[in-house]
T-cell receptor
Framework: DAEITQSPRHKITETGRQVTLACHQT?????MFWYRQDLGHGLRLIHY???????NKGEVSDGYSVSRSNTEDLPLTLESAASSQTSVYFC?????????????FGPGTRLTVL | AQSVTQLDSQVPVFEEAPVELRCNYS??????LFWYVQYPNQGLQLLLK??????LVKGINGFEAEFNKSQTSFHLRKPSVHISDTAEYFC??????????FGQGTRLTINP
């Protein structure tokens, strides 16, 4: 069955370190998204991609970067982790072309920055 | 720009009672509306979506939602809840660029 996976599921790091969160999907979707979930804010879009070599900034992109070298993966990098980036991170993918298409979500990565 | 407001951050109900989770949206263009559910320590899964046509949309697990264009609302309902419905529920709107804008979430707690 097609799926979307994230790794690691839990990560503890220190302020100032670079951290990369992995997202891998086997749906063969061109669209991929990264969100962070914080209490009282729901999910907020960090970065998104509509295909290989395409990346775009979302609502809360400061301090984060992504790269898309193939269809299956969209890793999220925190260049210099800050305590404000402690959050749960979700990756999602969808079929392009139709705005009504469902986004499929991964299980999430809980990141703690000390 | 689109925005979504979920009017209740927490909703406690007794088992087998009806429930309504409220969602209002704002948008200057035609939208598609979604309800997602997040069970503890899991990702989000789609409950239902409104694209066009009938304003009453039925989803999984006995949930339904009604699209009301004049009130810009998309409230989620279930006539009789079960303990297993305990979860966080998110309303979302998609824009023509296929991005989703989420509400703040409503935590539904079912008491026996």
């Amino acid at each position: 069955d097609a799926e979307i996976t994230q790794s690691p599921r839990h990560k503890i790091t220190e302020t100032g370190r670079q951290v990369t969160l992995a997202c891998h999907q086997t749906w063969n979707h061109n669209n991929m998204f990264w969100y962070r979930q914080d209490l009282g804010h729901g999910l907020r879009l960090i970065h998104y991609s509509y295909g290989v070599q395409d990346t775009n900034k979302g609502e809360v992109s400061d301090g984060y970067s992504v790269s898309r070298s193939n269809t299956e993966d969209l890793p999220l990098t925190l260049e210099s982790a800050a305590s404000s980036q402690t959050s749960v991170y979700f990756c999602a993918s969808s079929e392009p072309g139709l705005a009504e298409n469902e986004q499929f979500f991964g299980p999430g990565t809980r990141l703690t920055v000390l | 720009a689109q925005s979504v407001t979920q009017l209740d951050s927490q909703v406690p109900v007794f088992e087998e009672a009806p429930v309504e989770l409220r969602c209002n949206y704002s948008s200057s263009v035609s939208v598609y509306l979604f309800w997602y559910v997040q069970y503890p320590n899991q990702g989000l899964q789609l409950l239902l979506k409104y694209l066009s046509g009938s304003t009453l949309v039925k989803g999984i697990n006995g949930f339904e939602a009604e699209f009301n264009k004049s009130q810009t609302s998309f409230h989620l309902r279930k006539p009789s809840v079960h303990i297993s419905d305990t979860a966080e529920y998110f309303c979302a709107v998609s824009d023509p660029s296929q991005k989703l804008v989420f509400g703040q979430g409503t935590r539904l707690t079912i008491n026996p």
